[in-house]
């Protein structure tokens, strides 16, 4: 069975300070992955995703940018916060369902990012 | 530019009542269309999704109704459970592999015991 593990769980960081966030895919080789942003009662935001390693595309621009080193690991990093980067950060990865013909996306449990 | 709209942004349903979520979207190439079910400090999971080629989706509880013409559907939640309580995201994609799933602004339900 897949499983996705994100970390931290939650952060507490200064406007202008550096920050990573990371997601680990297990048992799902070379894995479609996403990272979506969540605002307090919010939408979800899609901000990059991943088909392969090396590569990531990016959706929005928000002063954020992404990396995928390894195959099952997937980094949200930025070198100067601001108040408007809190929220709830979610990974994700995705598995084709052939009864659908469509990409089905499986969430993380997120972190929670506070900006002060 | 909204492509994808829910409403009412919140419900409240008693216990066994059925809860009625309402989402349409602006764009004719999306044809799949996925419900996520988000409690509280948790991430999204899928609940139900269907293809623009049916205009009926059941698993148990759950059913989604869709009208390709008006482009709109809704989910069903029939006898609905206080565990029912939840934020309930409609998305969208084009299923041509665009890999940007688009998301409503969800509806949070609330199921009175």
């Known amino acids: 069975a897949q499983t996705i593990h994100q970390w931290p769980v939650a952060e507490i960081k200064a406007v202008g300070s550096p920050l990573s966030l990371g997601c680990t895919i297990k048992?799902?080789?070379?894995?479609?992955l996403y990272w979506y942003w969540q605002a307090t009662g919010g939408t979800l935001q899609q901000l990059f995703y991943s088909i392969t390693v090396g590569q990531v595309e990016s959706v929005v621009q928000l002063n954020l940018s992404a990396s995928r080193p390894k195959d099952d690991q997937f980094i949200l990093s930025t070198e100067k916060l601001l108040l408007s980067h809190s929220g709830f950060y979610l990974c994700?990865?995705?598995?084709?369902?052939?009864?659908?013909?469509?990409?089905?996306?499986?969430f993380g449990s997120g972190t929670r990012l506070t900006v002060l | 530019q909204q492509q994808v709209r829910q409403s009412p942004q919140s419900l409240t349903v008693w216990e066994g009542e059925t809860a009625i979520l309402n989402c349409s979207y602006e764009n004719s190439a999306f044809d799949y269309f996925p419900w996520y079910q988000q409690f509280p400090g948790e991430g999204p999971a899928l609940l139900i999704s269907i293809l623009s080629v049916s205009d009926k989706k059941e698993d148990g509880r759950f059913t989604i109704f869709f009208n390709k013409r008006e482009k709109k559907l809704s989910l069903h939640i029939a006898d609905s459970q206080p565990g029912d309580s939840a934020t309930y995201f409609c998305?969208?994609?084009?299923?041509?592999?665009?890999?940007?799933?688009?998301f409503g602004s969800g509806t949070q339900l609330t199921v009175m015991p």
């Open positions: 048992g799902k080789s070379s894995p479609n």
């Open positions: 998305a969208a994609d084009a299923s041509s592999g665009s890999w940007q799933l688009i």
């Open positions: 994700a990865w995705s598995l084709w369902d052939w009864g659908t013909s469509a990409e089905t996306l499986y």
